[in-house]
């Protein structure tokens, strides 16, 4: 079995949150894939609003802030090792009162402009469409634009996307060469406007469907560009604007964004983000997981639509929403980010995973300096910076961006809170990455308990474990200039790995293939038969030929273990699989042979054809065989032996047998598989004879010698299960059993 890395990302209000047994069991099904992880949902938000941009973001290349080219030289590289997919941009608010044009040209001679939504602010516009594309370019990420519909018109942001993504000979893309950027820029993702329900022009859904599908055709994809066209979406609850747009606009979208912040409500005091009672944690982790129950109401809106899931739902702003912190600028949004935050941010991430078929982009508000950032700074002489503890969340979580989701169980503890919210004490999701390994999150949300954790994996076995723990001695920690590393990770090493012992019960059955070779993962076995006791009654089996077999047991097993298992290993090393596998299907092919006989002898047409139908598709199309064209247009492989045969007659089995090499058998079927044999090599003779040696391509004697060694090691190669894999001193009695009640489900299929 491959053994791989599990890397563990863990979050913890309690101390000593370990991984032995017994408050909280987690069984990871890692062959149960879902979906990817889309890595847009590790996306950011900027806004002008306050100083993210000015000052958080952006400095101007005459700042004494260590800047590249006006960027932020610390927050730059701290975003780079963030790797930021996507960021969206101008706004929010902000965007529907935007006028790109403002934004181009030489820079002392911009138009300033009041941000109305944000403190009134006046901005000079010196970032502008060229700072914030070369800054996507700088990070890596896919641009978003959120485009102003509200106070724009459709030909203002026709230009614009012409402006950024044509390289013809056009008005705007001339105008963009001459303020000095020759190639258009790779635009992905537009919106067309931002919460038209509200500050977006507070429409009704049905006027701004309409203007969305005005927008969405006049927004042309230019050359080779092709653009994802985001509908304004929804907020919280409003499933209404969901329904209406689904009817209205449909496809005409690529997708549509939803809008979730845990917050105390709009009006009065949100609270502070540093003083906290124990009460107010609890409830925020509450209002933080009804995103979920969000989520599938909105998606179950769209899905009478949208079944294949085409359209995208995108929480393209979510996160905390505190107070202002205490001489900062009202309206400019700045807090502090505390555990409680990180915490928010962990269990949102687990819920879009959970929801990855439908969420395909997710941006927290805001990157730096607003609401729930990840960076934090100010402008005093050379500039500081601080990371917050959301943004090692991010960091942290990173294995999960394109990884696959994975099908778990949890059983853990809950509690009742405020709001007659119920939340469990532990948020956890687990994932593998393209490297196939395992990536885990836990986030123990008790601030009075450590939580031992058990987990299982199945279908899997771990060679190395690394983790790293957030946490830290009081829920309302934070990072300031002062004090950055408050709240920062380490390395988390109370994990412990329990030896792997194979569920024999479950998962290990055995088959005698062509070639005389132990083979796992049986398709064809009855599982529930397995799991029963039957499998263990051994009284019954007549092994009266026990004192042989057992030596001959022990005989193969010494056989295997010093010559053909690393004989195969060296074979398969030299070998690649692709012509492995073209050897073993070509021999197999004349295994269809005796499946037609035998499923004529015991009158079933339909085996009897399959098994025909798979001889001639993969003798002529298949290559002689080498490839197995009859199983991708339906044709799967269904053997019938003449042990089969004799059983279905009602001949008795005999006495057990272990055939030197081959491994376990019958008298029966030692007697079947030697007729079965016969039928084969009579047609392989055959193929040999015009294939091989009247060609001149092998010699006869040394041909006769070779094939039945190579295709002994061929076949072993195809598989890994090893003599004493089963970890039992009574392994022999357990093949025994499973190998007598496998036939029984054979015979009597």
């Known amino acids: 079995m491959k053994r791989q890395l599990i890397t563990i990302t863990m979050l913890a209000s309690a101390f000593n949150l370990t991984m032995s047994a017994q408050d909280a069991k987690i069984s990871i099904h890692t062959n149960q894939v879902k979906n990817k992880i889309n890595k847009e949902i590790y996306g ?62 030489p820079r002392n001679q911009r138009p300033k402009m009041q941000n109305n ?7 000079d516009n010196s970032f502008g469409t060229h700072e914030f594309l070369n800054l996507c370019e700088l990070l890596g990420a896919e641009p978003y634009i959120s485009g102003n519909v509200g106070s724009g018109t459709v030909e203002e942001l026709a230009k614009w996307v012409e402006y950024m993504t044509s390289d013809g000979d056009t008005p705007m893309a001339n105008l963009r060469r001459k303020n000095g ?38 927004c042309r994809n230019y050359d080779k560009h092709q653009l994802y066209k985001i509908a304004s979406g929804a907020s919280d609850y409003d499933y209404n604007w969901t329904r209406v747009l689904m009817d209205n606009v449909g496809n005409r979208m690529n997708g549509l964004s939803l809008h979730y912040y845990t917050v105390t409500g709009w009006n009065g005091s949100k609270g502070s983000a540093t003083k906290f009672s124990n009460e107010d944690y609890y409830w925020t982790i509450g209002k933080c997981l009804e995103i979920e129950d969000v989520i599938k109401k909105h998606s179950a809106i769209m899905d ?85 503890p959301t943004y090692h969340v991010f960091r942290m979580y990173q294995p999960f961006q394109d990884a696959k989701a994975l099908s778990l169980d949890v059983t853990c503890d809950s509690m009742k809170v405020r709001d007659n919210r119920t939340i469990p004490m532990i948020s956890t999701s687990a994932a593998k990455t393209k490297e196939g390994n395992l990536v885990v999150s836990l986030a123990n949300v008790s601030l009075d308990k450590a939580q031992e954790v058990e987990f299982t994996t199945d279908g899997m076995t771990a060679k190395t ?42 998962y290990i059955a055995f088959e005698q293939d062509g070639y005389g070779v132990l083979a796992n993962n049986l398709e064809e076995l009855n599982e529930d038969y397995i799991v029963s006791n039957q499998v263990f009654q051994l009284t019954g089996i007549n092994d009266s030929l026990g004192p042989f077999n057992r030596r001959m047991y022990a005989f193969n097993t010494q056989i295997d273990k010093k010559i053909v ?22 021999y197999n092919n004349f295994k269809e042979i005796p499946t037609f006989v035998n499923s004529v002898l015991q009158l079933k047409p339909g085996k009897a054809a399959n098994a025909l139908g798979r001889l001639v598709v993969n003798s002529t199309a298949g290559l002689l065989g080498v490839v197995d064209v009859a199983k991708n247009i339906g044709l ?19 006495s057990y047998l272990i055939l ?35 060609t001149g391509v092998f010699d006869k004697n040394i041909y006769g010698f070779t094939r039945p060694v190579v295709t002994g090691l061929n076949a072993r190669s195809m598989f890994n299960l090893r003599y004493g894999d089963l970890n039992s001193p009574f392994e022999y009695d357990l093949v025994k059993a499973l190998y007598y009640n496998y036939r029984k489900i054979q015979v009597a299929k």
Request: aromatic share 10%.
């Open 636 to 654: 799967k492989s269904d053997p019938e032996t003449m042990g089969d045969t004799l059983g279905h007659y009602g001949v008795g089995t005999g």
């Open 181 to 218: 950027r020759e190639k258009s820029w790779n635009v992905k993702y537009l919106g067309v406007g931002n919460e038209s329900w509200g500050c977006g022009g507070n429409m009704r859904p049905e006027y701004y469907s309409d203007l969305y599908r005005r927008y969405s055709v006049y």
């Open 117 to 123: 939504n944000w403190g009134g602010t006046i901005e």
């Open 660 to 694: 030197p090499v081959s491994g376990p058998s019958t008298i029966r079927d030692a007697v079947g598989t030697a007729t079965d044999t016969a039928m084969e090599s009579a047609a392989r003779g055959v193929a040999e004879e015009k294939l091989f040696f009247d």
């Open 465 to 506: 474990v690394k983790g790293e723990i957030l946490t830290s001695k009081n829920i309302a920690d934070y990072n300031d200039f002062n004090h950055p590393d408050t709240v920062k990770p380490v390395a988390f090493k109370d994990i412990k790995i329990k030896k792997n012992k194979p569920d024999t019960n479950k």
């Open 565 to 586: 298992y690393p004989a195969s290993r060296i074979y398969a090393a030299v070998v690649p699989k692709p012509i492995r596998k073209g050897i073993s299907n070509f």
């Open 304 to 388: 009478q639509k949208d079944p294949g899931k085409r359209i995208g739902l995108l929480v393209d702003e979510w996160g905390t929403w505190w107070d202002e912190e205490p001489g900062t600028v009202r309206g400019h949004l700045y807090q502090q980010n505390t555990m409680r935050d990180a915490f928010v941010a962990a269990l949102s991430l687990n819920v879009f995973h959970r929801h990855a078929d439908r969420v395909k982009m997710a941006n927290i508000a805001q990157v730096v300096n607003v609401l729930q950032s990840m960076i934090l700074t100010d402008t005093k002489d050379a500039g500081h910076m601080v990371l917050t």
């Open 44 to 105: 950011q938000f900027a806004e002008h609003l306050g100083s993210c941009i000015y000052g958080g973001l952006w400095v101007g290349p005459e700042s004494k802030i260590p800047n590249i080219n006006g960027y932020r030289k610390d927050v730059l590289y701290a975003l780079k090792d963030l790797k930021v997919p996507v960021l969206r941009w101008p706004g929010g608010c902000f965007a529907d009162e935007y006028h790109w044009m403002d934004g181009i040209g």
